[in-house]
Nanobody, 130 residues
Framework: QVQLLESGGGSVQAGGSLRLSCTAS????????MGWFRQAPGKEREGVAR????????NYADSVKGRFTISQDSAKNTVYLQMNSLKPEDTAMYYC???????????????????????WGKGTLVTISS
């Protein structure tokens, strides 16, 4: 049974940092695309950052480039999202997701579309105050 467990959310002031973690179990970690997505109240879920666990290729939304970094520790079956220079507009529920069906790989990395990921964590809340 595939399980994804997120942690690390919280409340910080603008300009601060947070590191989210997603620990996975129940599948072969090293062969899949994994991603961090977020959903703010009243908005659609959007892809924030993705990583191809096979080779470490990363992709980012334009809104977070240069501020967020996705990384992995294969020995711990864990993917991280380091978030720096946080802004109030980063406030959202953050979700970890994995594609175990092979739908997410694209040329140059992993897809940003949520529908290509078939397992999801329950989310961790990030709140940034101005």
């Amino acid at each position: 049974q595939v399980q994804l467990l997120e942690s690390g959310g919280g409340s910080v002031q603008a300009g601060g940092s947070l590191r989210l973690s997603c620990t996975a179990s129940g599948y072969s970690f090293r062969s899949k695309c994994m991603g961090w997505f977020r959903q703010a109240p009243g908005k659609e879920r959007e892809g924030v950052a993705r990583i191809d666990a096979r080779g470490g290729i990363t992709n980012y939304a334009d809104s977070v480039k240069g501020r967020f970094t996705i990384s992995q520790d294969s020995a711990k079956n864990t993917v991280y999202l380091q978030m720096n220079s946080l802004k109030p507009e980063d406030t959202a529920m953050y979700y970890c997701a994995v594609d175990t069906q092979g739908r997410a790989p694209i040329a140059g990395g992993c897809s940003r579309w949520q529908y290509n990921y078939n397992y999801w964590g329950k989310g961790t809340l990030v709140t940034i105050s101005s």
